[in-house]
């Protein structure tokens, strides 16, 4: 099985801007105040707003799979047709992988085009502006929707299900990450740990390059392309 984490920098030529590159969402932006429980508690409409407006930015029409999500789809259906498996671990909240084909796909730290209701749990599809005054479809509960992100000190979501595909993988692929956030920029020594091989594609090293047998740089839309050529052996 191949297990490929990706990050912000796979969807940044689509033009959704990364947390941590110049002019990336945490510029000017207190992570505290827009990404922590604590920080929705203290002002829900400032952290309902942030996430409004990333929400736009995703529904853009500009903003579509680039050729990184392409391939990473090709590779899926390709290695399947073979009877082999990609699993795709995403720590990114857009949806351009689903829309690139992507099935085999899990959103380690949720969706942005989705609501949680606080009063009865229920997880649904939400494009619009989320306020305060928003009510729960499922149980016409008033105002206690918030985005279905997982915020720093959240536990990810599906970390059984992605520990254990990273005890059975033979091959570890991070794209577009920096290495920044645990878990995942622990997976690579889990993979390892497990005997898989493991490659870093992204634009420059990332904190955990030196924990990759293997790393290539450039921008993801055509290292990705060209490393998924090299595997399905140019067909
Ligand atoms: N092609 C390939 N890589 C790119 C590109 C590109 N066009 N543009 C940027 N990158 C790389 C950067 O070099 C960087 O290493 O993508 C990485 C983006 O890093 P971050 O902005 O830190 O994003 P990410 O690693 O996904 O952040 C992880 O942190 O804030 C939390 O929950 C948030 O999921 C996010 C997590």
Redesign the pocket.
Known sequence: MIFILT????S??SGIP????AG?L?EGENVEDV?TPRGFARNPDRVLDFYNARRRNLLDPAVAPNAAHQALARLEAAVAARGGEVLLVT??VDNLHERAGSKNLLHM?GEMLKARCQLCGEVMRWEGDLTRQSVCPSCAGPGRLRPHIVWFEEMPLYMPEIEQALNRCRLFVSV???G??YP?AGFVSLARRAGADTLEL???R?LGASRFRDGRYG??SAIVPAWVDEVLGGQ
């Open positions: 990050g912000a920098g796979i940044q030529e990364t947390f941590r590159d990336g945490w990404a720590q990114n730290h577009g990450t920096s920044n956030v995942a992204n634009l420059e990332s921008k993801a």
